[in-house]
């Protein structure tokens, strides 16, 4: 074995120097290995190596021969390709200079050709406009023959037809066309109009129209005499006639329009049919409200809004029972009570433009005229269901100089009432004293009569156009809010030496209220509209952080956050002071109990019956009687409040005053015990189930000292095995697990070993 490996080595070493490239020596290796036996296969390895040559050298030959015929293809279809381009080119070279030359010689006949086009162009524009007048002309001709014939329901629908042909040429710059169009759509208008008019007039006469009183009242109007349906058919047809007269109509009258400083939506011309029933009711308002008529005064603006009101009154019922059923019948979307009452607001506006620059600077008459109209608008909308999208005198007094006055004029009128409502000898009295469901919130009657002016606001200017003017009203509410709150303080400040008196709990439940109906406003609808729309100016005037944006954008915050939180900290303010008031009244009451000898007690054991320490008497019942002079002067909520900051300071103060300053012996602890819990907790129970879990650290307190000894031990030495960090028995609990066993929670592991050092009777255990 060791000469076989000696002559292997000798191999490769031999091997390694001869001129046998590596890969074959290896090649070799691998398909023989080291036994000399396996060297018969060597025969046919070299066949089977002598064919893979062949192989490869029949490979090579089919390669070598293949690609140079490729090569003279490619370089064949080379030359193919530019000899096809250079005849391309040639090709495009004589046919570029046959098109210029041809081009040349071209030119003349297209000069005279472009010539013969304009000529005939012309002529077709020449035929056109002969063939717009012809058409005009023979609708003429067709109407003056309707009118012959007194075929009148075919003359209005052949000006029907002229009037849309004025339309479309709008567009055309023919102004001689044009003018001859119009013109003769106006002769034709005019004298269709005329006739129409007249016998629709006949007809309302027939029918007693306008009505001047109810529909009950009414002589004939929904009455059914002999000839009414003669009157009714004559009715529909007429009013069907002058309704196809509208499209006319609206291109030859011009809509009276108020000055453009007055923001009215746009809005159509009334039907023209409806027009003409106006006609009397118009002029009626014209000579009653204008003028020097005796009825034509600024100090009475109800006159004209009252008589509008009457007429739309009386004359709704015919119109949705006679003409609402003409103008279905026709295909129009036209309500006619809208339409009327539209028409009959149009009256009212172009007075009220007229009469206010009169009276803007006269308090009194500005004021009464603005309570009316607003009385007015409110009727409109609701018994007559006039819709907000048109125009109205909300409109009117949106205007600059009008809107700016209104707000000058609401503020004073309402700092007047603030000013009557807090003088008043009632102002602090609730005027619901008496009845016990009523008065939960207990409030005075000044905060009730504010809320009611706000809410008096909010309803006077709800119904204005644009959120900019209805966010300028807001405004003005927060500004009342704000100086209510201020002139609430300034009362208060000079009540706080009396903060458990009667007006001081008054202002502190006004206080309460409007925070409270504040918050329910900032859930209603309206006002979140508004929060939407204050959102959208302050984005685009940047006068806002993204942070404060963020919040409105969410609803988190509302519209009344800064008053109300500007609100809720004067009533956190005014509470303090009083739990302050009622505290030092508890400690001073509380001084003898302080002194009191826990260490010299009695135990329960020598003593019959437990009572009450005869020291801890003032302090309860001090605490007593200010409970019930509060639960009787605060509001549910307040008095909640109240108690519960009282309980939370007199917990700590009993604890860290009386319990943590004195020593307790086992009649102590049992005594104080008692104090607490058949005597200090009962004077909460009124207020909830379990008035104990508001004096946590006295009731916890009372547990450790009055544990048994062999518990108290225990509890010992779980605390001073964990404050020295010894490890635990497998058995003992952890500190926090004996504490919550035995109902601490609230006491600090250190607090509860101060308390244990509090007992005075620990038996001799040898340490």
Same mark, same amino acid.
């Given at each position: 074995?060791?000469?076989?490996?000696?002559?292997? *080595?000798?191999?490769?070493?031999?091997?390694?120097?001869?001129? /046998?490239?590596?890969?074959?020596?290896?090649?070799?290796?691998?398909?023989?290995?080291?036994?000399?036996?396996?060297?018969?296969?060597?025969?046919?390895?070299?066949?089977?190596?002598?064919?893979?040559?062949? @192989?490869?050298?029949?490979?090579?030959?089919?390669?070598?021969?293949?690609?140079?015929?490729?090569?003279?293809?490619?370089?064949?279809?080379?030359?193919?390709?530019?000899?096809?381009?250079?005849?391309?080119?040639?090709?495009?070279?004589?046919?570029?200079?046959? /098109?210029?030359?041809?081009?040349?010689?071209?030119?003349?006949?297209?000069?005279?050709?472009?010539?013969?086009?304009?000529?005939?162009?012309?002529?077709?524009?020449?035929?056109?406009?002969?063939?717009?007048?012809?058409?005009?002309?023979?609708?003429?001709?067709?109407?003056?023959?309707?009118?012959?014939?007194?075929?009148?329901?075919?003359?209005?629908?052949?000006?029907?037809?002229?009037?849309?042909?004025?339309?479309?040429?709008?567009?055309?710059?023919?102004? @001689?066309?044009?003018?001859?169009?119009?013109?003769?759509?106006?002769?034709?208008?005019? /004298?269709?109009?005329?006739?129409?008019?007249?016998?629709?007039?006949?007809?309302?006469?027939?029918?007693?129209?306008?009505?001047?009183?109810?529909?009950?009242? +009414?002589?004939?109007?929904?009455?059914?005499?002999?000839?009414?349906?003669?009157?009714?058919?004559?009715?529909?047809?007429?009013?069907?006639?002058?309704?196809?007269?509208?499209?006319?109509?609206?291109?030859?009258?011009?809509?009276?329009?108020?000055?453009?400083?007055?923001?009215?939506?746009?809005?159509?011309?009334?039907?023209?049919?409806?027009?003409?029933?106006?006609?009397?009711? +118009?002029?009626?308002?014209?000579? @009653?409200?204008?003028?020097? #008529?005796?009825?034509?005064?600024?100090?009475?603006?109800?006159?004209?809004?009252?008589?509008?009101?009457?007429?739309?009154?009386?004359?709704?019922?015919?119109?949705?029972? *006679?003409?609402?059923?003409?103008?279905?019948?026709?295909?129009?979307?036209?309500?006619?009570?809208?339409?009327?009452?539209?028409?009959?607001?149009?009256?009212?506006?172009?007075?009220?433009?007229?009469?206010?620059?009169?009276?803007?600077?006269?308090?009194?008459?500005?004021? =009464?005229?603005?309570?009316?109209?607003? %009385?007015?608008?409110?009727?409109?909308?609701?018994? =007559?269901?006039?819709?907000?999208?048109?125009?109205?005198?909300?409109?009117?007094?949106?205007?600059?100089?009008?809107? +700016? !006055?209104?707000?000058?004029?609401?503020?004073?009128?309402?700092?007047?009432?603030?000013?009557?409502?807090?003088?008043?000898?009632?102002?602090?009295?609730?005027?619901?004293?008496?009845?016990?469901?009523?008065?939960?919130?207990?409030?005075?009657?000044?905060?009730?009569?504010?809320?009611?002016?706000?809410?008096?606001?909010?309803?006077?200017?709800?119904?204005?156009?644009?959120?900019?003017?209805?966010?300028?009203?807001?405004?003005?509410?927060?500004?009342?809010?704000?100086?209510?709150?201020?002139?609430?303080?300034?009362?208060?400040?000079?009540?706080?030496?009396?903060?458990?008196?009667? !007006?001081?709990?008054?202002?502190?439940?006004?206080?309460?209220?409007?925070?409270?109906?504040?918050?329910?406003?900032?859930?209603?609808?309206?006002?979140?509209?508004?929060?939407?729309?204050?959102?959208?100016?302050?984005?685009?005037?940047?006068?806002?952080?993204?942070?404060?944006?963020?919040?409105?954008?969410?609803?988190?915050?509302?519209?009344?956050?800064?008053?109300?939180?500007? %609100?809720?900290?004067?009533?956190?303010?005014?509470?303090?002071?009083?739990?302050?008031?009622?505290?030092?009244?508890?400690?001073?009451?509380?001084?003898?109990? #302080?002194?009191?000898?826990?260490?010299?007690?009695?135990?329960?054991?020598?003593?019959?019956?437990?009572?009450?320490?005869?020291?801890?008497?003032?302090?309860?019942?001090?605490?007593?009687?200010? %409970?019930?002079?509060?639960?009787?002067?605060?509001?549910?909520?307040?008095? *909640?409040?109240?108690?519960?900051?009282?309980?939370?300071?007199?917990?700590?103060? /009993?604890?860290?005053?009386?319990?943590?300053?004195? =020593?307790?012996?086992?009649?102590?602890?049992?005594?104080?015990?008692?104090?607490?819990?058949?005597?200090?907790?009962?004077?909460?129970? =009124?207020?909830?189930?379990?008035?104990?879990?508001?004096?946590? @650290?006295?009731?916890?307190?009372?547990?450790?000292?009055?544990?048994?000894?062999?518990?108290?031990?225990?509890?010992?030495?779980?605390?001073?095995?964990?404050?020295?960090?010894?490890?635990?028995?497998?058995? +003992?609990?952890?500190?926090?697990?004996?504490?919550?066993?035995?109902?601490?929670?609230?006491?600090?592991?250190?607090?509860?070993?101060?308390?244990?050092?509090?007992?005075?009777?620990?038996?001799?255990?040898?340490?």
């Amino acid at each position: 074995m060791a000469s076989t490996a000696i002559e292997k *080595k000798e191999v490769t070493r031999d091997l390694d120097h001869c001129d /046998i490239p590596y890969y074959v020596s290896e090649f070799v290796e691998r398909e023989l290995g080291n036994d000399y036996d396996s060297l018969g296969k060597l025969d046919g390895l070299i066949e089977k190596l002598s064919e893979n040559k062949k @192989h490869l050298e029949e490979q090579v030959l089919t390669v070598s021969s293949e690609v140079p015929k490729r090569i003279q293809n490619a370089l064949k279809n080379a030359e193919d390709s530019k000899k096809s381009l250079s005849q391309l080119l040639e090709e495009e070279t004589v046919l570029s200079e046959a /098109i210029s030359s041809h081009l040349l010689k071209a030119r003349p006949w297209m000069e005279d050709l472009d010539v013969l086009i304009g000529q005939v162009e012309e002529i077709e524009r020449h035929l056109a406009y002969l063939k717009w007048i012809s058409r005009i002309e023979e609708l003429s001709d067709s109407i003056q023959q309707y009118l012959m014939t007194n075929n009148v329901p075919e003359a209005a629908s052949t000006l029907a037809f002229m009037a849309e042909l004025d339309i479309k040429l709008q567009e055309s710059s023919c102004s @001689h066309l044009l003018a001859f169009v119009r013109s003769t759509v106006k002769f034709w208008h005019k /004298i269709l109009k005329d006739k129409l008019t007249s016998d629709f007039e006949e007809v309302l006469m027939q029918l007693r129209w306008p009505f001047v009183g109810p529909p009950q009242s +009414q002589a004939f109007g929904l009455a059914a005499p002999a000839n009414a349906p003669e009157v009714y058919n004559n009715l529909e047809m007429l009013f069907c006639q002058l309704l196809k007269l509208q499209t006319s109509d609206e291109l030859l009258t011009k809509p009276k329009q108020l000055p453009e400083k007055y923001p009215l939506p746009p809005s159509p011309p009334i039907v023209l049919p409806i027009q003409i029933m106006l006609n009397p009711l +118009q002029k009626r308002f014209k000579y @009653h409200f204008t003028g020097n #008529k005796q009825t034509n005064v600024l100090n009475k603006p109800e006159w004209y809004l009252t008589q509008v009101l009457m007429w739309i009154g009386n004359h709704s019922k015919f119109l949705d029972d *006679k003409i609402q059923p003409i103008l279905d019948k026709a295909g129009s979307s036209v309500n006619a009570g809208l339409e009327f009452s539209r028409a009959l607001v149009m009256l009212i506006l172009e007075k009220l433009a007229a009469d206010i620059p009169c009276l803007l600077y006269d308090d009194t008459l500005f004021c =009464h005229l603005v309570d009316e109209v607003l %009385l007015f608008e409110r009727e409109l909308y609701s018994v =007559h269901g006039y819709l907000s999208s048109f125009p109205s005198c909300m409109h009117i007094l949106s205007e600059e100089s009008c809107f +700016q !006055r209104w707000l000058t004029v609401e503020k004073k009128f309402a700092l007047q009432k603030m000013d009557s409502m807090l003088s008043s000898e009632a102002a602090w009295i609730s005027q619901y004293k008496d009845i016990t469901d009523v008065d939960e919130m207990k409030v005075p009657d000044c905060a009730e009569t504010f809320m009611t002016l706000l809410l008096v606001i909010t309803d006077r200017y709800k119904n204005l156009p644009t959120a900019s003017r209805k966010l300028q009203f807001l405004g003005l509410q927060k500004e009342l809010i704000d100086d209510f709150r201020i002139r609430l303080t300034q009362v208060m400040k000079e009540e706080t030496r009396a903060s458990l008196g009667f !007006r001081y709990c008054a202002i502190l439940n006004a206080v309460n209220y409007i925070a409270t109906v504040l918050a329910d406003w900032a859930d209603n609808v309206f006002f979140l509209q508004l929060q939407q729309a204050e959102l959208e100016v302050c984005a685009e005037s940047d006068t806002v952080s993204q942070l404060q944006l963020g919040q409105l954008a969410s609803m988190e915050s509302s519209v009344f956050d800064d008053m109300i939180n500007l %609100l809720e900290r004067l009533k956190h303010d005014m509470l303090t002071r009083q739990v302050d008031h009622v505290f030092r009244e508890v400690k001073d009451a509380a001084k003898l109990y #302080k002194k009191e000898r826990w260490l010299s007690l009695p135990s329960q054991a020598e003593q019959a019956v437990m009572s009450l320490s005869s020291t801890a008497c003032p302090m309860l019942q001090t605490l007593r009687d200010r %409970l019930l002079q509060l639960e009787q002067q605060l509001c549910h909520s307040l008095f *909640k409040i109240f108690w519960q900051m009282l309980a939370e300071k007199v917990d700590l103060y /009993i604890y860290q005053e009386i319990i943590m300053a004195n =020593h307790f012996n086992e009649g102590g602890a049992a005594q104080l015990q008692f104090d607490m819990s058949r005597n200090l907790f009962p004077l909460f129970s =009124h207020y909830c189930k379990r008035p104990e879990n508001y004096f946590k @650290h006295i009731k916890e307190a009372c547990i450790i000292l009055n544990l048994n000894i062999g518990s108290a031990l225990l509890l010992k030495d779980v605390l001073q095995s964990t404050s020295e960090n010894e490890p635990l028995k497998p058995s +003992q609990p952890s500190a926090t697990a004996a504490l919550n066993e035995l109902g601490v929670y609230k006491l600090a592991q250190r607090d509860v070993e101060i308390l244990l050092n509090l007992r005075a009777s620990w038996p001799n255990t040898g340490k």
